[in-house]
């Protein structure tokens, strides 16, 4: 869609809220279906056998938290070390490396990707480990649950991490999410588009969206996620051919 039709979408007076809001995740999951592409491409030219770094019973509880197969996990791995050794070979993956695999360069500032990295690492130490890389694939995995989709759908717009998404918050999305597709909306056009949202989401009329408005919300208007699911992580090994001519287990 190019940049002329998304600016009729937003001024559409008969496009839904949810219809809105599943257009500013679009960046966001585009984000991570393009870094699974990416290095499935580079997986598949040339893969090399290397010991795995992490033993059998540290992949298979992986899989257990996850909607991942023991196979699929590792095939994830493999995907994983593409990335975590672009710049710095320490099994983390930085920022820059993250930059690096979707900018072509490891400098430059961008909110979605800080989103990306921020949500993807739980333990906030700076870098994203290997299974924070699969716990938040597994958000995307059509079979993970819709609750889990919803709370991560949340944390992505709640910037300060406050428990609320708040006007300024979603004005910054909107407004990044226009800078990255080359849209030019005017102030009252955007000021209208959060009105709106804020009119529809915030129930008890308190100026921010709690978890619990936010929830109901999406419950009410199931097609809100589907941008939020990647069809081809239910078989993450389809994506990767090569890998099962060399995988060291089998799945049980």
Sequence with gaps: ????????????????????????FIPFVVV????????????????????????????????????FT?????????????????IIDDGSIHKEELLLALFQ?????????????????????GVIEFDE???ALNIFHPCSPVEDKIDFAFRL???RQTGFIEREEVKQMVVAILMESDMKLSDDL????????FDDVDADKDGRISKEEWKAFVLRRPGLLKNMTLPHLKDITA????FVNYTEVEDL
């Design 133 to 135: 890389f699969v716990h």
């Design 239 to 242: 994506i990767f051919p090569s």
């Design 105 to 125: 360069t490891p400098y430059g500032e961008n909110l979605f990707l800080d989103r990306v990295f921020d949500l993807f690492d739980e333990k906030k130490n």
């Design 70 to 86: 023991v196979n699929e996990v590792e095939a994830l791995y493999q995907l994983f070390k593409k990335l975590s050794s672009s």
């Design 157 to 159: 717009y709640d910037l």
């Design 190 to 197: 955007i000021e209208s588009i959060i009105d709106q949202t």
């Design 1 to 24: 869609m190019d940049s002329t039709n998304r600016i009729t979408l937003f001024r559409s007076s008969s496009l839904s809220l949810g219809e809105r809001i599943c257009m500013a």
């Design 32 to 67: 991570v279906d393009f870094l699974v592409s990416k290095m499935a491409t580079c997986f598949n030219c040339q893969p090399r056998h290397e010991k795995r770094r992490y033993g059998f019973s540290y992949i298979t509880r992986l899989a257990n938290e996850s909607r």
